[in-house]
């Protein structure tokens, strides 16, 4: 009887989870129909495993999705001993671009440290941080070699901020997936890439 009962209870957690994934589903392409837009979701589990998602596996332009990757390739800069988080980063007028509320706070002292940068950049999607600290690690392609580095095959970055959030349909740069950047993160936060200080910290 027990064992009966297990399956019961099993078959009815799958049909009521079944149905969560459809409501989801439909909720999302209801969505997509009132804004006329497409929409990309991934969830995976800390392992990497897909829980849900909705056109995981299409492009989309990564936006500002990808500064929590580059705060991450910062603190594994800072774990290896290559960077210091308290570094000031000297910088002028010309890193104010479009949306960097702390990079103009900032500006009259002329620095940010490392640490400053990365908090702005995540935080606050501080696009003249983000600019500093892609100059800082060698540029878009410092930054798709981490992506790969930590097994992400598919997400790229091309350009900097603000031009990377330019995209049209079929241009590859700066573009991921829902499931590739859903699977960073978990790598980044539950995948042993950083230390448990940094992994804290971010």
């Known amino acids: 009887m027990r ?3 297990a399956l019961l209870l099993a078959g009815i957690a799958h049909s009521a989870y079944a149905s969560e994934k459809l409501t989801f589903k439909t909720d999302l392409e209801k969505l997509e129909r009132e804004k006329a837009a ?14 849900a998602g909705h056109r995981m596996a299409q492009r989309f332009a990564m936006c500002s999705t990808f500064k929590f990757p580059l705060a991450a390739l ?26 960097s509320p702390a990079t103009e706070r900032f500006l009259a002292s002329g620095h940010m440290t490392v640490l400053e940068a990365a908090q702005a950049a995540v935080q606050l999607s501080d696009n ?6 892609l100059r800082e ?57 950083l230390t448990s200080t940094s992994t804290h910290t971010i």
């Open 128 to 133: 003249g941080a983000t600019n500093l600290l």
């Open 74 to 99: 910062v603190f594994e800069r800072i774990d290896s001993g290559t960077e210091r988080g308290d570094r000031k980063l000297s910088y002028g007028p010309d890193m104010i671009v479009e949306w």
């Open 3 to 5: 064992f009966i009962h």
């Open 137 to 193: 690690i060698g540029g878009p392609a410092a930054m798709t070699q981490y992506f790969r580095k930590i097994g992400d095959s598919v997400s790229r970055l091309d350009r900097k901020e603000p031009e990377m959030s330019d995209n049209t349909p079929g241009d590859l740069r700066d573009t991921t997936t829902p499931i590739a950047m859903a699977r960073t993160v978990a790598k980044v936060l539950y995948g042993g890439a």
């Open 38 to 51: 497409q929409i990309g979701v991934a969830i995976v589990d800390p392992q990497g495993e897909i829980v």
